[in-house]
């Protein structure tokens, strides 16, 4: 049983004999957790109690996750005690670069004719023009904060997007980031909608609340749970011979990104989880790569926040990515995030 990502009880059943086909019921022991402030999740796992001629005693047959209590911005709500004594801002740490509604694109977005990378590129989703409709300026200020707001429309070749970004600051260094995202005219399947930011390469270890610990997209997740996981931006990253799209995780609350001695940054979830992807490559040297030795190594690590992703679907060698897995054109999409220094 966890507790926002840490195991507060645990414990053994015996499982009684089961035939094929037949079912037994198994009596959990009494959970004991407290509901305020805290996403507590259940973890199953069912496994082999003696050696069998195919696997060894303690081999995994299946597992299960259960929410009991779900409330997985509980964590992202959670102030972050730093040992951090440097004087780094935040600004100093951290870029936005620009939205993204681009990917790399997937052997599965290349497959069958290249219909969806092939679309991508005639739309040209990848090198869109950039149209200030409102030049940044203050909304709303107080003693506490200012909030700043600007209107940018990103025009393909058939269609545009209108990108409204509110950027609200505090006296302590906080940053709130709201933005919109208003898909017009006719544009193809959107790989994703969120928000590139980079950020020293010297901030390589990675930790965050949501599901892994390894990748997953919308149509790839069932094989990943929700818990706190711990890798590096490098490992993020998979080695395909020719480079795509990798690294994204669902579900998420909380990313920190740290150098390993407390320094670094923390973004959470306002309203609602995101997803992101931690990567040593930007999306254009990914895109524009054939092949992997391709990739030059760069001093920064770049952070991309999703309101929305576009599933993988399976055109290496079958259908492409079912209507329920792709993002809807035709509604306003949000993502708000709280960036803070550590």
Known sequence: LTSNGKVIQKGELNVPAVEPGDTAWVALPSLKYKKDEADVRLNVSVQLKQNTPWAKAGYEITSEQFAINDDLLAVAKQPVKSKNKSKTSLESKINYDAFQAFRAPTDNDRSFGNWLAKDWKNQKLDTPEVIVVSPEKVIAETSESTTKEIIEEYRYANGSIIVTTRRTAYPDGTLDIEQTYQPQGELPDLPRLGAQFSVDGKYNQLSWYGRGPWE?????????????????????YTPYPRPQDSGNHEYVSEVILSDGKGNGIRVTAIDAPFSF??????????????????????????????AAVMGLGNSSCGPGVLKKYTIDKNKIHTLKIRITNL
């Open 277 to 306: 992807s931690a990567l040593p490559y930007s999306t254009k040297q990914i895109s524009e790569a054939s092949h992997h030795c391709d990739l030059l190594p760069q001093d920064k690590t770049v952070l991309n926040i999703n």
């Open 216 to 236: 997953s997209y919308p149509d790839r997740k069932s094989s990943t749970s929700i818990g706190r996981w711990e890798s590096t931006v490098a490992d993020q």
